[in-house]
């Protein structure tokens, strides 16, 4: 996995800023807690954080060539974090053209790739990456970045050059760059919306998924290599069946090569549980036992109350599927003193380094996290699948689909996640939020793939195609962040199957009548997964990602909006409506706060400790200065 930061500054001699490299690569420590280095030339730092997966004695970065260019310097050096899943392929292709390896890491192979096939070698990989090679004879920088944008990378453009990070941290422990942000900016924030390329603080971008970035003395360039196309799918419904299952009988062994011990997160839904089936049967084809974890609350199963989003409990499921599979199963139970914890919020927002949350699900993700850490260094889940077969509400809700936005936002706000409710009127219409919505909608729309010029597809298939586009470019990189951040804060590297590209690119062009031919959710991976799981799992209804149903907890939290809206120096205060804020108030003093008015208050508060914890200067936004 790792964590990877650098300067290039064509104006300065980086050889006299090592202090300033090593504050940006220092930030990174969580994320590689193996090992540090760096690496300075006169126009050009790298640094980097080590978590050793692959070839634990070796492979250590910035990693040189061996080759020389100019002034007797490595012909190219990396900074690289993640995994290439196809590298021993690559490995056997780039002997047979004459490089010679001295380790075993995919880090050698992509340095070796690059020196081959220039920057076209990233569309030869399979994997989750992100990237920095510095080519001497160049001087040039070329970032990369994997093609769902499973691993992050932000930039922050200089007037000499570039800085860049796995996280904002690093970019902004250098001097060069400031914590600001204006009315574009807020907006972000409050939208629940990660718009590709756009970063809360003024000035940083973050590299788009499947997308470089070339960095010389001519400027800066950014250039797409992956995106998702339209095209028409012939297979029939055994041949898309059997397809699928194929592509994951080699997906998930492949993200199982690990020289460290590797676990399986189970909740007992058919995502986690259909990698975990898979993973457990490869495991065993080597003579081993696949340990499994899922996350549970004190009491939750017993005192349970469904609801349109989670129906069921995970605990009994994960546990029936443990049993059907043969892992070893570490249930990690959660109390709300845990989950309230000071020190883990902050720490909770310290990894994130951004305004965006999802409640207690963030913080009990992180916990359940740093509870696997003490156990493994990998661990493989079902992110992904319901962007990928379409099992949100919002593929089959009528309302949703006829939403002039995106649809999650539509059905958000009909249950109590409307970013404007607890806001001044004149602060959301200061900010033009409804403008910039409608700007983010029809801007992602524009880039929808059409089939065949558009003819070959009616309406309804078109919109489902938006729906599938919107919700694999907007919704998902929301989670996979989430994913990322809360593994990466305890050094634990996650890795999520079903956003393979080869998968990816199969499913999106399946006709929504295939995908749901049994008239359920995600009826293609429920029939993929026939002979793996037990049948209550392939008929289970899906079931979000549990969150701690104690009206204790909604009552304690919400002593930090009133405290936002109620302290005359919260950065938030002058914002917020006092009369909304006492009315949510008012229903914890009777039950719990819906999932979606849980998600409100804690992102309201959320965005006021960012300003505050990260001294944001606002700029250009009216109640301030």
């Not at 009491?299 to 599979?325: C, K, M, Q, S, W």
């Not at 380094?353 to 003490?374: E, K, T, Y």
Request: with cysteine; charged share 25%.
């Amino acid at each position: 996995m790792c964590g990877i930061t650098g300067w290039v500054d064509f104006t300065r001699d980086l050889t006299t800023a090592s202090t300033v490299v090593d504050a940006m690569t220092d930030t990174l420590a969580a994320r590689g807690p193996d090992a540090r280095g760096t690496w300075l030339d006169r126009h050009a730092a790298l640094g980097h954080r080590r978590l050793s997966v692959i070839d634990l004695e070796h492979g250590t970065q910035p990693m040189r060539t061996p080759e020389r260019g100019p002034g007797d310097l490595p012909r190219a050096v990396i900074s690289y974090g993640g995994e290439i899943y196809n590298f021993p392929e690559l490995r056997e292709e780039l002997v047979l053209l004459g490089h010679r390896f001295t380790t075993r890491s995919d880090t050698e192979v992509a340095l070796r790739a690059y020196l081959q096939w220039g920057e076209d070698f990233v569309r030869r990989l399979n994997g989750m990456y992100s990237l920095a090679i510095w080519d001497t004879a160049r001087e040039e920088l070329l970032l990369a970045r994997d093609r769902l944008g499973v691993k992050p990378l932000y930039y922050h453009p200089t007037a000499g050059g570039v800085l860049f990070g796995s996280e904002p941290k690093a970019i902004l422990a250098n001097p060069l760059a400031d914590a600001a942000a204006g009315a574009e900016e807020l907006c972000d924030a409050l939208l629940f919306l990660r718009t590709p390329g756009r970063v809360p603080f003024r000035g940083m971008r973050e590299l788009k998924p499947g997308h470089l970035l070339r960095v010389s003395r001519a400027g800066i360039s950014e250039e797409r290599y992956w995106a998702l196309e339209s095209r028409p799918h012939t297979d029939d419904l055994p041949t898309t069946i059997a397809t699928i299952r194929d592509l994951l009988d080699d997906i998930v062994p492949r993200q199982m090569v690990a020289d460290v011990p590797l676990v399986s997160l189970l909740s007992g839904g058919l995502d986690s549980s259909t990698v975990t089936a898979l993973a457990a049967r490869a495991r065993a084809a080597d003579g081993g036992t696949l340990s499994t974890f899922s996350v549970d609350f004190t009491g939750h199963t017993e005192n349970f109350r469904a609801d349109a989003i989670r129906p069921t409990p995970d605990g009994p499921y994960a546990l029936e599927v443990a049993r059907h599979v043969g892992s070893d199963h570490h249930p990690v139970v959660l109390d709300r003193a845990r989950l309230l914890d000071p020190a883990v919020r902050r720490t909770v927002l310290g990894a994130w380094d951004l305004p965006f949350n999802f409640a207690d699900l963030d913080v009990s993700l992180f916990l359940l996290f740093a509870a696997v850490r003490r156990h493994a260094t990998v661990a493989l889940s079902g992110e992904g699948a319901d962007e990928v077969f379409g099992g949100y509400l919002w593929f089959s809700d009528p309302e949703a689909r006829r939403a002039e936005t995106f649809p999650w936002l539509k059905l958000g706000a009909h249950r109590g996640l409307d970013p404007r409710s607890l806001f001044h009127p004149w602060f959301v219409d200061g900010i033009d939020l409804a403008e910039y919505e409608a700007d983010l909608y029809r801007t992602a729309l524009a880039e929808v793939p059409v089939l065949d010029g558009g003819d070959a597809e009616n309406a309804e298939d078109r919109r489902t195609r938006e729906l599938g586009y919107l919700t694999l470019t907007r919704w998902l990189p929301i989670l996979l962040d989430k994913k990322d951040r809360m593994g990466m804060a305890s050094g634990l590297e996650g890795r999520v199957p079903f956003c393979d590209h080869r998968l990816v690119e199969y499913v999106f062009n399946i006709p929504w009548d295939m995908k749901t031919y049994t008239g359920e959710e995600k009826a293609l991976l429920r029939a993929a997964a026939a002979d793996l799981l037990p049948e209550s799992v392939l008929r289970r209804k899906k079931a979000a990602y549990p969150s701690i149903q104690d009206p204790a907890y909604d009552r304690a939290l919400i002593t930090g909006l009133t405290a936002a809206a109620g302290d005359g120096g919260a950065p938030l205060s002058p914002f917020l409506d006092g009369d909304a804020v006492r009315r949510t108030t008012a229903k914890t003093t009777t039950g719990s706060l819906s999932e979606f008015e849980r998600i409100l208050v804690e992102s309201t508060v959320r965005l006021d400790d960012w300003l505050r914890t990260y001294q944001v200067e606002l700029t250009g936004v009216k109640g301030t200065h």
